[in-house]
Each structure stands twice: as C-alpha cells, then as structure tokens.
C-alpha cells in the first residue's frame, strides 16, 4: 500500500506509468531536516521509489506534514524512530540525514546485508580515519567500512558507485568545489599548491535546529565568514583533488553565511602552470562534462549566479583567466540542498539501482 | 522537431512516455516576463505540449536562454516577435503574458478561428466594458469578445473552460481572494457590504521592467500600501463575488508590497449573517474543495502561509470565526507566479484540450 | 566613572557638552533581548543618561558587547544579574525589557520609592486586571500598581507621564494602531463597531529568542498572519480607543510576520460616520500632530512605508477615503524597536525627568 | 537662514549648541543617489555643517523630501541643478556624489579657488592617468590635477587632507580593503605577489538607477560574482597597497553582490613571508589602529560581519594565521555607504576644515 493520501492521487496522473514491478521501498533518517525535506519532495515524484518510513526521533509519533506543511495532503504518514535496524529488514535504500557520528554509529553488517546505505553526513567521507578524527573531533566507531565505502560524486566515481553498499554522499561545499576544479587539477593546469576557495551558502547549509546565529535578524542584512582555516569540509576537498591531481593538495577554503535560503557558489583562485588561452581551458571543461546532464559549463563571462540553478539538480561553472596574476578564478553554483545534498542523493541512489541516472532529477530551475 | 537540445534529452527520461499523437503547439508572447518565464518552466516537463515559439518583442534574435539564464542547455530557441495572426498559423493555442491592452489590440476572428486564446492580462476578465475602462483607463477595442470570453478560474467555471476559445486567466489577487472567500459567499454566510481584503504580494507581481520602486534596495527591509481604494482587481473580485452571492459587491481591497520574491497571502474580513460553528464552515469548504486537487482546506487553527505553496499550483486556505467581533477572518495563500498567473494557464489549456486537468502541475512546494 | 572605554571617548566630541550635575543613571533589565539593545544604541548618544546595569540574567558575567559586538570599544560593561532591589538602590530608573510577568513579580514599594521603573513588558499596560489575566493566562501578582502606573503613548498622556512612578510603555503595535486611528475615534468621525486592523511586522518583533519559527529559512520568502482574533495586543488597543472615542470597543486586530528586521505597517479599516472631504480628515489630523515631534501626517496620497522610518521615533501616518464603500482607510508605519519599544521608553524618560523630550531620539531614518 | 523646516526644530535640541561663527555651507551634486542620500542623513545632524544646495539635475525643482521621503518635514529644500561654477561661489565645499567623469569634466581652477571639493567619484583618486584611462575607459580631461589630489584614507593620509583643495574620497571596496591590508604591507609581513582579495557587497553599492539586473527579484535568493578580473576598483587597491609596501602590486579582486542593502566584506589571503604568532601580528594592527576612533580591531577568532557596523563609520578588521597553507586570511567589514562614501567624505571634510574628526560621526550601529 501506498504512502499517499487522496489529493497527490489526484494530481499525479503519472501514477499509472509507474513500473510497479521496480519500486525501490526507502527509509528515511533525518526526515524532518531540511536535507530530509528536501529528500521527500524529490522522491514523491520519483517512478520508481516510494517512501516507507519518515524517521524523525523528535516528532516521533507526529504526522510528517504537520511539520512539513507543504507536503499537507501529501504525506499521510507519521514520524517514525530512527532504528536502523528495524528499517533496514523493511526497506530497500536507507537515506541518514543526521548529524555526524549517527549512521557510523548505528550501521552493522546486518543492515548491510539487508539495505543499501546512503549517509549524507561525513561519517564515510574520508578515507584516512586518522583525518576524520581529527577534524570532526570523533572517535569513528567503524572504521572498518571506509575502505568499502564509495565517495558518491557521481560524474567522478560512476562505475564504483553503481555497485555500492554504503555510499557516503559527498557535502554541499565540496560537490561544487570539485566538481568546479576537477578538470583543471585531473588535467595538471594549475599549481596545487595555490588553490584558495572562497565559498559562499545560504543559510539553510546551517541546518534546522533553533539557534540564535540562524534567526532571522541574525542572518539578514547580514554576511559573515566563519570557520576560517577550520572547517571540516575542507580535507574533504583536499583528498579529492589529491586524488584528480595525483598529488598531495593543502588548501585555504573559508566558508560564508549569505541571506539566503538556498544557492551555494564558490569563487576558487589558484596560479596557472603554464599560459593557456580560454580556447584550451574551455575545451578542457567541455571534453569532462558535455555529457553530463547535471553539469552546465557556462558561455564566456557568463558568470555562475545560485538563482539560475535554484531547486535544481545542476551545477553550472565556468572560468576566467587573469593574465595580469596569472591566475584562473573558477566559479560554481549549485543548490545546496539538492545537488549538494538530497538531489545528489537520489542521483546516486537511481546508479545504485540500475535506474537512469536522472529519473526523478528533472526538476528545472525555479526563477525568481 | 522539438526544439530541446542535447541536455534536455538527457534528462527527460519521460520523454519516451510523451504520446506523440497529442502534442499541443505551443506560442508564448511575453515570454520574458516573469509570468512568461514562469509558462516555459511548467511546459518544459508537460507531458502533451511543447513551445515552439518564444514571443519577445524587445529581445527578438536572442537566444531565450541568455536572458532566462536557468534556461541554459534546455531551451535553444530564440526569441520571436509578437506578431500574433503569423503565430495563429502555427500553434493550437497561444499564451499571451503581456501588459494590458496587448491581446485586446491584436485579436480577431481569424486568430481565434486557428488557434485558442489564453490571455494573462485582464483584458477580457470584466465582462462589463465600462468597468474595464473606468478601471483600466483603456478603451476596449473588441468589446464583442467579452461576452464570449471565459473567466479562466478552474474551480469555479470548468464545463464553460473546457469549451473556450478565449480565455482570461484571472489576475493573481483575484485567484487568491476569490477561492478563499467563495464558498462563504455561494452559501450566503457572510453580509456581502462588509467584505475587507488586505493583500500580501511578493515582488515579483510587479513586473520584471526596470523601475526605480522596484530595485533591491527600495523594496527589502519596506513593507508598503498600494494603489490603496484603486487597485485594479478590485471589480475583478467584486465581479466574481457578485455572481457568486447573487449580489452587488462592493468591497475594499488593499494590496501590499513584501520583500520576497512569489507569494500572495489574503487576508480577508466579512461579518458573519449569523451564528455558525467551526464545524459547519469547515464542512461548508469541505464540500467545496475537497475534490479539487489544487485548493487546501487547511486543519483548525493551522493558518496559511506562502511558504508552503511556493513553486506548486495550490492554494491554502482557511478561516477563524472571531465570536468577540461576529466576523469571520479567511485567509488564503498562493504562489502568484504558478496558481496565480502561468500555472492556472496551463490547468485552463488542459481543460481547454481535454487534458487531465493536474498535467504539468504536478510540482510539490519548494521549502525552504 | 563613566562605563566608556577608549574609542568611545575618542568619537564622542559631544562628551564635554553634557550637563554632568543632571546625568541620570539608568539600569537596564533585559539588556540582550532586542528591544534591550536598542535601549543601549539610544542611552549611549543620550546627553543627560548614562547606562549603569547591563541586566542579563543568562549572559551575567559575560561582557556585554561580546554579545552585542556593535558595542565593541563602546560598552565595556559585563552583564548583571536582574535583582530590581539591588539595582534600585544604584539607579534612577530602571528599563525592564523582560518577557510578561518578570516585572510585577519583582516590584514592590521599596523599588519604587527609590528609582522610577519603565516597563516595555504588559504587565502594567491593561487598567483591567481580569482582561490582563484573561489574554496573558498569568495572574497578576500586584494589581495594586495597576491604577498607578501610566500608560505611556506620550501624545495622549504627556501630562501624566511627567509625574510617573511606574511606566507602562505601550506595545509595539498598539502604539502604531492607537497613533494612526487616535484623532478619528476622539473626533466621532468613524462607527468604532467597524473598526479592523490588519497590522505587518518585521521579525525583531518576535525576539531574540532561539526558536525554529524564526530561524531565516523559515521566515524569509514567507507571510504569514499568527494568533489570528487572539493576539494580546488588542485588548491593548481597544482600551485606549475605548477611552479616546468614550464608548466600548471591539475590534479585529490581525498581526502578520514580514521577512524584514525592522518596522510596523498598520492598514486599519472603518466605516465612516458621515461623508467627509480629504481636507477636513486632514485638518484633524494635523490638528492633532502638527506640534508633535515624532508623528508625520504625510501629504496627500503618500502612504506610508516603513522604510521611510526604520531607525528613527517617527511614525509616520495617512488615510484614504474611499467613497465607494463609504469606509476610512488608515496606515501608520514605525520602528518596532525605537518608537514602538525603546525610543518610546525613552521619550517617557525625558518626560519623567523633566528634560526635553526629543533628547537622545534626533536619530534620522537610515535608508535604504 | 537654516533650510530647516518645522519639525526639525523641534526635534534637535543640541540646536542651541552649534557654534554659529564656524558653519560650513556644503554643497551636494548628486543627492538623490544613495551616498547623496546619506550625506544628506550624515551632514543633517554636523553640528558645523548645513547644506545649502540639494543638487540632482534629474530632479531640478522637485522637493528633496518627496524623492527620499525620509527627510519628510526635515528637508524643506528643493533639487537644484549641477552647475559647479554657480555653486562654488556659494558654499565652502561641494560633495560629487556623481558617475565617473562628471566632477572632472566641470572643475576649473575658479571653482578651486571658492570651495574645496570632496570628489566620491574615481576621477581624481589613481595618480597615473595612464591607469585612469585603461580602466574606466574614458579620457581625462584635467589630468593636471591629479598631483594636487590627495587620496583621502584618512587613517593614511591625515596629514596630508588636512590642507588638500582638491579631495578625492577612496572606493568603497578600497577603502575596506586597503584598511584590512594596510598593517601587513606596511610591515612587509606578506608576499605581495599572493595577495588576492574576495569582496562581498551589498546591492546599494550598485547605485539607485532603474536597472533590470538591480530589481527586487533579481538580486534576492541570488549571489554572484561579477566583473571577474576586471573591477575598477582593482587598480586603486593596487597603488595604495603598492605604496604602502613599497613595491609593484598586482593582484587578484573579485566582488559579489550579496542580497543586502548595506555592507562590504572582504575576505583577503597572502602568503606570509616568515613564520608569524598572532601575538605578533596582533600587536602590528594594534600599533596601527589602536588610536583610531573609527577602526576596530576585533578579538581573537572573532571575525568580522557587516551587521555589527551597518549605519555606523567603523571598520571592523581581523585575521586569521593558517598554518597549514603558511597563509593570513585577513578580513573586513564596514558599510559601504558610510566608511565607504558619505561617512569618509564627512571624516575627509572634518579633517579639511579643522573640525574634530569624528564631528558628525557618532552614529553606532544599527542591529538587528
């Protein structure tokens, strides 16, 4: 039976196309975050995927659009606990949007045998515990799952992640810093050694808990840097880029709040090795993701805004030399809460079930 | 042959699934403007249309995609002129997102003998001429079209909608305070001369023409009145809400600006004719809307807000009876762009073309 | 000593000017809530105050500017507990910028013979103790204090005022309401049975307090009204109309949440008692507040915007006749946090020490 | 006589305390854009200041309280025309608040000889004319002036504005930038060939004339970055910082525009010569600016956001040692309306005519 109440049969006249043969049962933990919200709206109208358990500790027992509102006729179910454990037996693909330490906390082998994991916190992110320990400040209780786990950036790991367990799905700011400097670093055009990162998010990056730095009149009129030359995303970055350059990568990445709710764009620095022409780089860019469907390499000096790629699942980058510093800034723009978290998500989720890569992703931008 | 280009392709893993046997054609004039921009968005993913004309006068010869920049890699056409009797020739139905007195201007027979009309301007919504040029300042120059015009509110008039050739598409403060307060005035509740609405709008209702009012900095952090006791709406509403009660209206309808890009909230004021219960008003809406898959009768005491409806065709709405004043206090909220201009559009074309009246419309609000 | 540090004394030229044999000392209770540092941002340009209490129960201890760090360099002062008995016998008044009931439970006779108290919570604001219990669900632990204390809109009780003890500072929409509909409801010309007032506020309104309701993502790109025929400012406005227009009144107020920091629109309805021309609404209302300072009836047409105020104690005021449905539109817009909390506080101060009562509040509104 | 109108009077009350032997008649070209707007805000409460003439050619004849109708019964003046020539002879000092090209079009040396002048444009703020013209494109017309200008940082140039004719006021993003960096370069602490600054700016920084890509729903829910490699600010941070080292600086600047009104961040990051301590770098920005009245240097991991200074003239500067990259993220906040234009131009006319420098300038800043 269907988790649907009597208005979203009403309005999804798609309903009869769906394969009923291959529909992906999924388990949400986390259901009442943003990044869970944002999973529930993409998934609705998803064909192949349908939602068996909102897991939120807090509101356990509350129906799921009491809180979300707008899924209000939507949505009939309640907020379950967040037992993996019992989910794993019930469902397919098991989403945590949790905190750090949650999903590594509670996973076993058990749940592995019975469903697939995708963690869209940093618990199997890195691939040096020691890394991870230092920069979350946590002891990692299964360290043993790092090596197995797949770094879910999908127009990098595509073939690894098709026959994943546990997927750690990558964080907002580093989806779009990788994805933004991949080519240059895969391709050896700058220096390693000067990548700076200057990023900017809007404030639904912080998260849903009630704090006096997320109110309103905090963040409005407002911009601020914070965690400078300390946040945990950053050895993130650092071991993808190693890892595209073949060399060991330290960077500057500092983080900015921005009077918004969702976009996050990153203005990344670094020294060219060698003179190149826009030409060269341009085609650089295009042979890596003119096929992609979800990256969009800009036309020249049309710079990368959060506005064109809002409730969408694309990135669009795009580049500019500077002849007099010898420099490339590299931009990128992406929406934090889809391709940075739930949309990329359920991209990987779709290549972990053999489904084509996009289904349920085709949601296009929302202007103004 | 559809005019998408490659990234499109890719991502439209339902485009298999079009029946290519019912492909509506598809002419947009104004499709610059927000409301424009608006109508590409939905019918990008509709299932039985497809655009083959993109109507801006002042950007003819650019690529739509450089002004509507979340278009890039999915729309590839240029804009057209607005030449509607060469646009008749080629599509079913023509949308016309333009200023007052465009369509009125270029409409004859031979038009609407090739193709259906839907205009988004208000000039066939009155179907008394001398409102419309008292109110609007303009002489209408096919008046014999007003009788055969459709008031394009779905809920209301949907035997007469599917038959239509013209179409008006009602004005977004109408949609909003027309659904909320209709049933209370088809059952003869409330005392018609006592009706107040105050508006809420966000920004982008005004228009994407470059006016010193409408820059960032004179409208964040403003809230303000407009055209206070002139807005034109008002006999829009009073027109409505007159065939509804089967009595002359005449109310006060105030309209606001708000820093925010889409949403309208109304909120309405009507003193109650006599004593009624929650129980039964709810039951009054119920009986009204609770077939209709885009109007929401929220629950007691949840009040509507325009978050929750931002991005979706659906309107919120609800009440509070007030036993210290004896007035009822409606209020309903609206994405103004989608349920109040070019979401309302298409669910008026599918009627129009014998659609299942929700395809197209089947995006859930975008939170945050 | 003076609580100043360095820079303070190097910006402030007008230090010498001050009149050091009549400089009040101030004590301030609730000095971190927002209201409380607009307390602070006035008191620090005041020539004849000087701040002595930095209260702040939860931060004690903690220097006062690490919380606010506009007042970095310039408030060297750490918070102080809220003892009202301790803090009397320092000071010449006390502000109490503290939530419902924090007041009356701490005042006593003691308190009130040594300092004056400005309260800018209700407790003291309702003459009737059962409507104050009623809407606030508290009981009133000193009722006696009741009859005493003066309600301070300083345009209708100057007299009074001079000579308080104990203050109640108005609330921040009863302010704007009772300031805009004031000269109508005293001059007969409007039937107080009609009158509805639909009032916007900025988000300060609703405090520092951590609570997800007003966290950014939640309030930006919203409207929304809240407590809906029950917010407990309205037995607030009714009295005061009640006592203006000598009869009883009953009225619908409706607050709504606007995604801005600051500012109050008020939009009021009521039908007229007789026909009458713009020119003689105008000289009423000019009669009422030409000589006033801080109130600006604002020419014809013009209707007012909060912008046009945020900073200042201006409140800026206009109406509309609307001779189609015989009714009276009126707007008033204000600073929630200066003439609405903590300019108003303050103009009650000048009063009640005998200074002039524009000192401190020459603030211009800062725009955009 | 004062062009002060009624309510004014009455509200300054430190009116009686202006030394009426030294008041310094001010001329404004340009004050209906935004740092015309603030001037206007700024110089209405100097106490040896008043100005004389509103000047705005666009809205010669018009009330100046009708365009910004904040100074409603402030500004009783009317617009005047632009004319230099007619205006030096009338006051002692004419502010330009006026587009590239104006003020150095209209100066002569007749002008020079009536009044000072205080130019917010960049026509006199680079020193070779060969820069000049390479970046805004345009010839100068009176290069010959260019030696006599003196670049008003002031915490730079003190001495030198004190007896200037001719006054250039710095850029906004210069003045925040130059100011963070000053110390560092001054002292020789950085490479200053790896100096590249990421700045972030509220939108009135893009001035108040009707631009599309100004609009409300253009800039909201939006960040992007702009003139990528190519600001004209980029020059004018390089021939100060290049002075101030003592040796040629070219460097990478990228500006955004961030959804607010007011505010300039700037994010800056150098490679650092030698191993520094915090104490020592510390002490270097304290010996620098700790006799500023207007240059905050912040506490140890307390980084600057424009909330803390909007509305006031302060700058708000810290840093931050990486080790890991052996780089100093330095960063600053400040509002670009105030530090940035109409504050420093009244600190550079302060300082020009004798005045204390913080005369006029005591405004603390405005949150939330």
Redesign the interface.
């Known amino acids: 039976m269907r988790n649907k109440c009597i208005?979203m049969q009403?309005?999804?006249?798609?309903e009869t196309?769906r394969d009923r043969n291959y529909m992906i049962k999924v388990g949400i933990i986390g259901a009442t975050g943003?990044a869970g919200?944002e999973l529930v709206?993409i998934l609705?109208?998803h064909?192949n995927a349908e939602i068996k358990w909102y897991g939120s500790r807090s509101n356990k027992g509350q129906p799921y659009a009491g809180i979300?509102?707008?899924?209000?006729?939507?949505v009939a179910a309640d907020c379950m606990d967040e037992n993996m454990e019992t989910l794993a037996a019930e469902v397919d693909v098991i989403f945590t949007a949790t905190p750090q330490g949650f999903c590594s906390h509670a996973l076993n082998e058990t749940i592995l045998q019975q469903a697939k994991i995708i963690d869209l916190s940093a618990d199997f992110r890195l691939k040096d515990v020691n890394i991870y320990e230092k920069w979350y400040e946590l002891t990692h209780p299964c360290p043993q799952y790092l090596e197995e786990a797949v770094y879910g950036l999908c127009e990098l790991n595509r073939e690894q992640i098709k026959g994943a367990r546990l997927l750690a799905n990558p964080g907002c700011y580093p989806t779009c810093s990788i994805l933004s400097l991949y080519p240059l670093a895969k391709e050896g055009l700058i220096d390693m050694n000067t990548v700076?990162i200057?990023a900017?998010s809007?404030?639904?990056g912080a998260g849903?808990?009630?704090?006096?730095d997320?109110?309103?009149?905090?963040?409005?009129?407002?911009?601020?840097?914070?965690k400078?030359?300390g946040h945990r995303h950053t050895p993130e970055i650092e071991e993808q880029l190693s890892i595209a350059s073949g060399e060991p990568v330290?960077?500057?990445f500092?983080p900015?709040l921005?009077?918004?709710?969702?976009?996050i764009?990153i203005?990344a620095?670094a020294s060219l090795k060698r003179e190149v022409s826009y030409k060269e780089v341009k085609a650089v860019y295009d042979s890596y993701y003119e096929?992609e469907?979800?990256v969009?390499v800009?036309e020249k000096d049309?710079?990368?805004?959060?506005?064109?790629?809002?409730?969408?699942n694309f990135v669009?980058v795009n580049f500019?030399?500077?002849p007099?510093?010898k420099?490339i800034?590299v931009?990128g723009?992406m929406d934090n809460l889809v391709k940075g978290a739930a949309g990329q998500a359920v991209q990987n989720m779709n290549l972990m079930f053999g489904l084509?890569e996009?289904?349920g992703?085709?949601?296009?931008?929302?202007?103004?």
């Open positions: 208005i009403k309005i999804n006249s798609w196309e943003y919200g709206r609705q109208l064909k979300y509102q707008n899924f209000f006729k939507i700076i200057d900017k809007g404030t639904s849903r808990s009630a704090k006096t997320n109110l309103f009149c905090e963040v409005n009129e407002n911009i601020k840097a914070y400078v030359a330290v960077l500057n500092t900015h921005v009077p918004m709710n969702r976009g764009l203005t620095y096929k469907a979800f969009r800009l049309v710079f990368p805004q959060t506005r064109w790629v809002e409730g969408s669009d500019k030399i500077d007099r510093t420099r800034i931009m723009a084509p996009t289904e992703l085709q949601m296009l931008p929302v202007f103004p």
